[in-house]
Nanobody, 123 residues
């Protein structure tokens, strides 16, 4: 199983980025997917998740209305569109595959993780 996150970078506050996570080695369409983020010395925190079919999404309160998670089961890829970015969004962002079709907000509900992509938002 492999998950490869990309799309991070440096952006000014108010700007946008789109993260991608390409996957292989498992039946992508059978599992929910999630994005988490982590800053140095802090725990890895939930950002967004999407169920296996893409019908249901969940967001952390801090990103609601600004971030959108989506998936393309034909391309085995999950995305995170991030708009109106804030300095506090600065973190390493990780994609993860869930242990089931249902999405969750806890790290233990995810079995495989990508390597992370750094997002830096300047003020």
């Amino acid at each position: 199983v492999q998950l490869q996150a990309s799309g991070g970078g440096l952006v000014q506050a108010g700007g946008s980025l789109r993260l991608s996570c390409t996957t292989s080695g498992f039946t992508f369409s059978n599992f929910a997917m999630g994005w988490f983020r982590q800053t140095p010395g802090k725990e890895r925190n939930f950002v967004a998740s999407i169920t296996w079919g893409g019908v249901s999404t969940t967001y952390a309160d801090s990103v609601k209305g600004r971030f959108t998670i989506s998936r393309d089961n034909a391309e085995n890829t999950v995305y995170l569109q991030m708009n109106n970015l804030r300095p506090e969004d600065t973190a390493v962002y990780y994609c993860a595959s869930a242990r089931s079709r249902r999405s969750g907000v806890r790290t233990y509900e995810y079995s495989h993780w990508g390597q992370g992509t750094l997002v830096t938002v300047s003020s």
